[in-house]
């Protein structure tokens, strides 16, 4: 293990060097704040509110974005293939929003329509894992387990499938982020660490099998998946109080995200609350009062508009 630097120097500087692209900002906030075209077909006009969705969500309009998401849903017909994944998307927002309840209900009604109990088994690893932590933040945890308990046998059960060579690893670290949101609810914070680094493993193994997938997901999907994961690590080893390695994750993840997205993305704030989370820990509360306004202040909506 090599100590991370005494000071956030090098964050820091990182953070100052990347600059509001004024072409980029104003081409995303044309697309959040587009009117509807007059005369489109009915798939064209799915299309714009699911574009418009995703630009407002990356402004960190999380309701806007479910809301136009819904408007994309109700305009689809092709559920399994197209506008399930919609759906689910609109649940994604609905959580960031703060809904949790009513994203975990939608959730459920996907499973139903998917019949995931029956058929597109494979769909429901995620579902299950997004379901499970809806629940944990609404402190049912009962119920919680149920899911995550749904979603083990499930992945014992799919050893047998013939897609569980492609899709696996990928099944595994969804259920492996179950088990982490269960662990971090019932204290057991050491079984928290070996499932999140386990779910890194597993995510690695995936994006390099999802070449071959029939519809091949973007590449930051599991990027970003795996330093969450790592950030996960890092979380559970601050609670055991090893928080030399806890900062050690969480700055790889950071540094990870700012390569990748850049300082002005949502989950780059979220990542510097929990750099600041662990500087906090260890008394180092100016830095730690620093990240935490350059967090408000890379992802609050009035910096992107």
Same mark, same amino acid.
């Given at each position: 293990m090599v100590a991370p630097p005494r000071t956030i120097a090098d964050i820091?500087?990182?953070?100052?060097?990347?600059?509001p692209d004024?072409?980029?900002?104003?081409?995303?906030?044309a697309e959040a704040n587009a009117e509807p075209p007059a005369?489109?077909?009915?798939?064209?006009?799915?299309?714009f509110y699911f574009q418009r969705a995703q630009a407002r969500a990356m402004l960190g309009q999380a309701a806007a974005a479910a809301a136009d998401a819904e408007q994309a849903v109700a305009l689809g017909t092709d559920y399994v293939g197209d506008i399930s994944r919609m759906e689910a998307y609109q649940a994604l927002q609905m959580r960031r929003a703060g809904d949790y309840e009513g994203s975990s209900k939608l959730l459920e009604r996907i499973a139903q329509r998917l019949n995931v109990t029956t058929q597109n088994k494979g769909r429901a690893f995620l579902l299950y894992a997004r379901i499970v932590t809806n629940l944990v933040s609404l402190g049912e945890i009962a119920k919680a387990e149920a899911y995550a308990n749904k979603s083990r046998a499930l *992945? &014992?059960?799919s050893r047998a499938w013939q897609a569980h060579a492609l899709y696996g690893s990928n099944w595994a670290a969804l259920v492996e982020e179950s088990n982490l949101r269960m662990f971090v609810a019932k204290g057991h914070h050491r079984d928290a660490e070996l499932s999140a680094h386990k779910a890194q493993?597993?995510?690695?193994?995936? *994006? &390099?099998?999802?070449?071959?997938?029939?519809?091949?997901p973007e590449r930051d999907?599991?990027?970003?998946?795996?330093?969450?994961?790592?950030?996960?690590?890092?979380?559970?080893?601050?609670?055991?109080?090893?928080?030399?390695?806890?900062?050690?994750?969480i700055r790889g993840a950071l540094l990870s995200r700012l390569k990748a997205v850049g300082k002005y993305h949502y989950s780059t704030g979220n990542m510097l609350y929990a750099l600041a989370w662990v500087l906090n820990e260890q008394g180092r509360f100016s830095e730690c009062e620093r990240k935490s306004s350059t967090r408000w202040a890379s992802t609050s909506p009035r910096s992107l508009t």
């Open positions: 820091t500087a990182f953070l100052d060097q990347e600059k004024p072409a980029k900002r104003a081409k995303t906030l005369k489109t077909d009915r798939a064209a006009r799915k299309d *992945l &014992a059960e493993s597993l995510y690695r193994d995936a *994006l &390099a099998k999802s070449k071959s997938w029939e519809r091949p999907g599991f990027e970003s998946a795996i330093d969450w994961a790592l950030v996960d690590e890092g979380r559970a080893k601050m609670r055991q109080g090893r928080l030399i390695e806890a900062e050690i994750d």
